[in-house]
């Protein structure tokens, strides 16, 4: 069993910054992928980053590229998104998922609000 907990969010002006952390928990060398997932109000979950077990594989929607940026520190076991240049739309509940031979993992989230 892997336990998350994501902190960071908050709200925030278009334009400024946030940055999400994810604390896993429990059988944690068993995470392989670890990722960040959006869920706005009406719609479905998707994926915003994902970062490989050595950092050496990281995949970025195309919404948050140049703008998000994702990285992971295995000795905290923990993952980061940093979110720049946020804007209205960015707003949401994101999610931390970690992937294991047993199956995917996911947190509680942390809502994001994006808001002049």
């Known amino acids: 069993q892997v336990q998350l907990v994501e902190s960071g969010g908050g709200l925030v002006q278009p334009g400024g910054s946030l940055r999400l952390s994810c604390a896993a928990s429990?059988?944690?060398?068993?995470?392989?992928?670890m990722s960040w997932y959006s869920q706005a109000p009406g719609k479905e979950r998707e994926l915003v980053a994902s970062?490989?077990?050595?950092?050496?594989?990281?995949n970025l929607a195309d919404s948050v590229k140049g703008r998000f940026t994702i990285s992971r520190d295995n000795a905290k076991n923990t993952v980061y998104l940093q979110m720049n240049s946020l804007k209205p739309e960015d707003t949401a509940v994101y999610y931390c998922?970690?992937?294991?031979?047993?199956?995917?993992?996911w947190g509680q989230g942390t809502q994001v609000t994006v808001s002049s």
């Open positions: 429990g059988f944690t060398l068993n995470i392989y992928v």
């Open positions: 970062i490989s077990k050595r950092g050496d594989i990281i």
């Open positions: 998922k970690a992937v294991t031979p047993s199956g995917p993992f």
